[in-house]
C-alpha cells in the first residue's frame, strides 16, 4: 500500500511539475512580443514541405485601415470585400493553403503547381476553380487568385476571389487590384 | 509614435497590410515617397532607432509594423558600406520579413566606383545612359578627355 502510494505520489509530482512548466511557457509567450515564424506542417502532393507562416506581426487590429482600403476600390462597387482583416494567410494561402497560413514565396508557388500537378491553361479555355497568378515585372508572384467567373466576352477579364495580402478576402475583376496583373498565367489540376 | 506628415503612415499602411510577398512591400515601400522622405531626413541610426522602437513595441499595431519595414528600406538609399555591418543584426530580429528585405538590401547593394578612361583626340561633353545592374547608372563625360563611369 505504501509503495502504491509512493509511485503515485511521483507520478502526481511529475505531472504537476509539466503542469507548471507548461504554464510558464505560455505566459512567457503570452507576454513576448508575437511570434511571427510559427508555421504549420503544409506538403505538397509530392511531401515536399512548404515553407510557411501563420503571421501574428500585429497584435492591435485597426478598423481604420480596412475601411480605408474599402474606399479606395469599392467607388465603381465591382470590387466586394467579404471579410475584414485576418493576418493569419495571404493569397497564397487562400489558392494553395486552405486559408490556414501564409506561403510568401514566388519560387514556393512554382514548385507546388510543379509537385501537385498544375498545368497551365490558356486565357481563352480558363474556367471557375482555375487559379491566378500574377507576375509582377521582376518575376515575383505577387498576388494569387481562385477564377470565380469565365472571362468576360469584351474584357476576357475573369472575376475573381483573392485575399489582399493580410487584409481582406476580396471579389473582384481580375485586374482591378492593387497587384500587377500585366502577365497573368492561369493553372488547372486536371488529373 | 509621433510621425511626420510626409511620411504618409496611412499609405505605408495599406502597403503593408497589401503586400503578399516581401519583395513586393520591398519594391512599392523604396518607390515610396515617404520612404524616400526618411532616407533624406534620417541618419543610418536614426532608421535603426525607428526600426527597433517600432520592432519590439509589445503590442504592435499596424502602424509599428508598417514603420519599421519602411525604416528598414529607407535603409537602401544610404551608403551600403555604412549599412552593410548592421544588416547581420537586422537580419534576425522579429519581424516576419526582416531576412527577406536585408537579403534584398544585399543583392540590390549601392555600389559606387569610378572608373577612368583616356580618349584622343579629346571629345564634347555628352551623356550617355549605360545599362546598369542594380540601381542608377550614371555616365558623365566632362570637357576633359576622360569618361567617368558612376555605378550607383
Not at chain 1, 497584435?59 to 474599402?70: C, F, G, I, P, V
Not at chain 1, 521582376?138 to 485575399?163: N, T, W
Not at chain 2, 519602411?70 to 544610404?78: D, G, P, T
Request: hydrophobic letters at 35%.
Amino acid at each position: 500500500m505504501v509503495r502504491r502510494r509512493g509511485r503515485v505520489g511521483k507520478r502526481l509530482l511529475a505531472f504537476l511539475n509539466r503542469a507548471c512548466s507548461l504554464i510558464k511557457e505560455r505566459r512567457t509567450k503570452s507576454s513576448s512580443v508575437v511570434d511571427t515564424r510559427r508555421g504549420i506542417e503544409l506538403q505538397t502532393r509530392e511531401g515536399w514541405d512548404i515553407p510557411n507562416s501563420q503571421s501574428t506581426e500585429f497584435s492591435m487590429e485597426d478598423e481604420k485601415h480596412d475601411a480605408n482600403l474599402r474606399r479606395k476600390y469599392n467607388q465603381s462597387g465591382a470590387v466586394e470585400f467579404r471579410t475584414g482583416i485576418i493576418p493569419i494567410y495571404n493569397c497564397h494561402g487562400l489558392t494553395f493553403g486552405s486559408r490556414r497560413t501564409q506561403i510568401g514565396e514566388g519560387n514556393v508557388i512554382r514548385k507546388i503547381l510543379l509537385d501537385d500537378k498544375y498545368v497551365r491553361i490558356k486565357h481563352q479555355e480558363v474556367l471557375p476553380g482555375d487559379v491566378v497568378i500574377y507576375v509582377g515585372d521582376d518575376g515575383d508572384i505577387e498576388h494569387s487568385a481562385v477564377v470565380l467567373e469565365r472571362p468576360d466576352q469584351q474584357l476576357k477579364i475573369p472575376r475573381v476571389l483573392s485575399k489582399w495580402g493580410t487584409g481582406a478576402e476580396v471579389t473582384h475583376w481580375a485586374n482591378q487590384c492593387p497587384y500587377s496583373f500585366q502577365s497573368p498565367e492561369y493553372y488547372r489540376i486536371i488529373k | 509614435m509621433t510621425i511626420p506628415p510626409q511620411v504618409n503612415i496611412d499609405d505605408l499602411c495599406q502597403l503593408y497590410l497589401m503586400a503578399n510577398t516581401p519583395r513586393y512591400l520591398f519594391r512599392h515601400l523604396r518607390e515610396h515617397d515617404g520612404v524616400k522622405w526618411m532616407s533624406e531626413h534620417f541618419s543610418i541610426e536614426d532608421l535603426v532607432t525607428i526600426y527597433s522602437d517600432n520592432e519590439r513595441t509589445r503590442k504592435r499595431s499596424v502602424e509599428h509594423v508598417a514603420m519599421a519595414y519602411a525604416a528598414l528600406i529607407a535603409l537602401y538609399y544610404k551608403s551600403y558600406e555604412k549599412v552593410e555591418p548592421l544588416l547581420g543584426a537586422l537580419a534576425t530580429s522579429g519581424l516576419r520579413w526582416a531576412p527577406d528585405v536585408v537579403d534584398i538590401l544585399r543583392k540590390t547593394a549601392k555600389i559606387v566606383s569610378v572608373n577612368s578612361i583616356q580618349f584622343s583626340p579629346p571629345t564634347k561633353p555628352a551623356v550617355i545612359s549605360v545599362p546598369g545592374t542594380a540601381g542608377l547608372t550614371e555616365v558623365n563625360l566632362e570637357t576633359k578627355p576622360r569618361i567617368e563611369i558612376v555605378r550607383r
